[in-house]
């Protein structure tokens, strides 16, 4: 049974760069959410029995890394179940269950972050009446098989509840400057990728500054709603949203609420607030 970690395994790595001044980046994407979009099936296989699917980036039925979101109905129980691959999955809103099948239910609300290792059997359900995860594989396809299938990996797996998150400070990272912002390194590439992942959480009516030099930059919307900046227009994203970037970026925006970003880059960046 997998056995639900109640401290944070938070180890941020104070870090500091060269950033240049930008004011776009060779190639920067704003995509807000929106839920009209026709959404399709998770697995295709279980029809109207499947939660829904969106890519917000790449694509979950090809063989490259994926960022995506699901939408689970109310009181959602899957059957016992493998992935071909491994994924990491933040919950936007409601409440989720991942774990072995035998385990009690703990549910993960908005901000709590999850791993599911490729061939472990487990279950997934919801317990809320509007459900939404952002999930990540780092190589697709995104498949569904049966528990006899199942197979070891060195990879355990993980929840981390929203309450058991650890936060840095700009007195404590120089990865960013000024009051009411605060950073969490949750994951990082063991395949020499550099690939990384973040929580970067911000006041309320907080204007900042995120200085990227990355070649992949990827922030996902959890909690919170931004006035995104671009060149000659302002961007309202909400949950669910996406804006990411190629190169040396200055992403500007301003929060309307508490908000938490889900950061994923293979390289440093810095927060500035302004």
């Known amino acids: 049974m997998l056995l639900t970690l109640r401290l944070s395994f938070i ?5 500091s760069s060269h ?6 980046a060779q190639s ?3 995509k807000p959410f929106d839920n009209k979009i026709e959404w399709g099936y998770l697995n295709p296989l279980r029809g109207e029995n499947s939660p829904k699917a969106l890519n917000l980036w790449g694509d979950r039925t090809t063989s490259g890394a994926t960022g995506m979101l699901v939408k689970f109905k109310p009181d959602f129980s899957s059957p016992p179940h493998i992935h071909n691959v491994a994924y990491r999955a933040v919950v936007i809103s409601g409440s989720l269950h991942n774990d072995d099948p035998t385990a009690q239910p703990n549910w993960m609300t908005t901000g709590s972050f999850w791993t599911q290792p490729a061939g472990s059997n487990h279950i997934t359900a919801a317990n809320s009446a509007e459900n939404m995860i952002y999930l990540e594989i780092d190589e697709g396809p995104y498949l569904v098989k049966p528990p006899q299938q199942q197979f070891a ?3 355990q797996p993980l ?18 400057s000024g009051s009411g912002i605060a950073l969490s390194k949750l994951w990082q590439s063991s395949s020499g990728t550099a690939m990384t992942g973040y929580f970067l959480k911000v006041a309320a009516n907080t204007s900042v500054n995120l200085k990227s030099e ?8 959890i909690k919170g709603n931004i006035e995104y900046e671009g060149q000659n227009t302002t961007t309202s994203l909400k949950a669910g949203s996406l804006f990411s970037s190629e190169g040396v970026t200055d992403h500007r925006f301003t929060t309307q609420s508490e908000t938490v970003l889900y950061i994923r880059t293979n390289d440093v960046f810095k927060v500035i607030k302004v």
């Open 19 to 24: 950033f240049v001044n930008a004011d776009e």
């Open 28 to 30: 920067t994407f704003v």
């Open 153 to 155: 990996t060195k990879e």
């Open 159 to 176: 929840n981390l509840h929203w309450s058991n998150i650890a936060w840095v400070d700009s007195h404590q990272s120089k990865m960013l």
């Open 11 to 15: 180890s941020l790595v104070i870090l």
């Open 214 to 221: 990355s070649s992949q930059f990827k922030a996902v919307v």
